[in-house]
């Protein structure tokens, strides 16, 4: 019999709105948690694996970007996307009592509060995309649509060329 797997908050939500999800285990003992990293540990292909990442204006104004592991978030479309002159990147120190997630485990989905949320265009013609699922080591496969849906996200062109 197989061990039962710990539910995360982003999968318990998924569950809760009758999204249907694959989960992917892969293997955080080497360090290796950039997104090119899990996707090679998962036999996925770069272009269906995507980050989330996490920027900030001014004091306080958070925002959450999802884009395939191999590009760059592009600032200025970010901030354009979002409708803001200059967005940083959160600090790292700062992600965890921000979202409540750390780094290699951020996902859009079950954050402490619901941040705008862009996703990057090219997710929209994927039948399904694969983003973290609240934890290092655990990543989750869904229709871009359905991520969308459930974060409240819209589909920006937001990479840089």
Known sequence: ?????????????LESERVAHELMEYDIHDGQLDGVSVAEKTGQSVDLVFKTLVAIAGPRELFVFIVPVADELDMKKAAKAVGVKKLDML????LTKETGYVRGGCSAVGMKKKYPTVIDVSAEELDRMIVSAGKPGLQMKLAPADLARVVGASFKDIVKE
């Open 1 to 13: 019999m197989m061990a039962k797997q710990k539910k995360t908050n982003a999968v318990r939500i």
């Open 91 to 94: 600090p790292l120190k700062d």
